[in-house]
């Protein structure tokens, strides 16, 4: 099975934001794909067998000068 993981991220304005909240996200270990939505603010991703860690996500969000937090 692929868990998947959702996320809110707040501050993407246009669809460069969404793409670097995407590259962001696939970097992380254990992404095997991220796809973000601008008009719900909500990042969808798949992660690979090992799995990954929630807060290393938010961390690679954050970093490019975004928020997030995940979804429950
Ligand atoms: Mo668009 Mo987003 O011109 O950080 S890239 S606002």
Request: charged share 20%.
């Amino acid at each position: 099975v692929l868990p998947t993981l959702d996320l809110e991220v707040e501050g993407m304005t246009c669809a460069s934001c969404v793409r670097r909240v995407e590259m962001a996200l696939n970097k992380v270990p254990g992404v095997s794909r991220a796809d973000v939505n601008l008009a719900t603010r909500r990042a969808h991703v798949t992660l690979a067998a090992e799995g990954a860690d929630p807060q290393a996500l938010v961390a690679a969000i954050e970093k490019r000068g975004y928020q997030a937090q995940v979804l429950t």
